[in-house]
């Protein structure tokens, strides 16, 4: 299992405008790869971000997440491969620079066998540095 963290630059509306745009850096993934861990007790990094929160199928709002702290506890944030790169779905757009974490992340088996596609943004589309921003 791996997750994608997709960010466009600021200076792009949507983040179709960024794909759309043919800028060799228009968005920048970051990539953690996961192995399933039958001893995970369930205290894993899709645990953390989505704890408490009741997921369905359909939009959901969702209360706010300090996603920095929560990567900062289970990711060695110094340890990655960074490249330039295109998209993962056609039209392959190369518009990506990817940054992919070294090593991969324990999953429990139940959360392993689940399917996400889940978009994270602010109302106004943008991910704030600090809450004061």
Not at 26 to 31: E, H
Not at 33 to 62: C, H, P, W, Y
Not at 96 to 117: M, Q
């Amino acid at each position: 299992m791996e997750m994608h963290l997709v960010h466009h630059k600021s200076e792009f509306g949507s983040l179709a405008e960024a794909i759309n745009s043919n800028v060799s850096d228009a968005l920048a993934v970051l990539g953690i790869l996961f192995e399933e861990n039958a001893r995970n007790n369930s205290s894993d990094l899709v645990s953390s971000l989505f704890k408490g929160q009741i997921i369905r199928e359909g939009d959901v709002t969702m209360q706010p997440i300090d996603l920095v702290e929560i990567l900062k506890k289970y990711v060695k944030l110094n340890s990655f491969f960074r490249y330039d790169g295109s998209l993962t779905t056609p039209n392959c757009n190369e518009v990506v620079v990817w940054t992919v974490i070294s090593d991969p992340l324990p999953i429990a088996p139940e959360t392993a066998s689940s399917s996400f596609n889940i978009n994270l943004l602010p109302q106004d589309g943008r991910i704030q540095k600090s809450p004061s921003e």
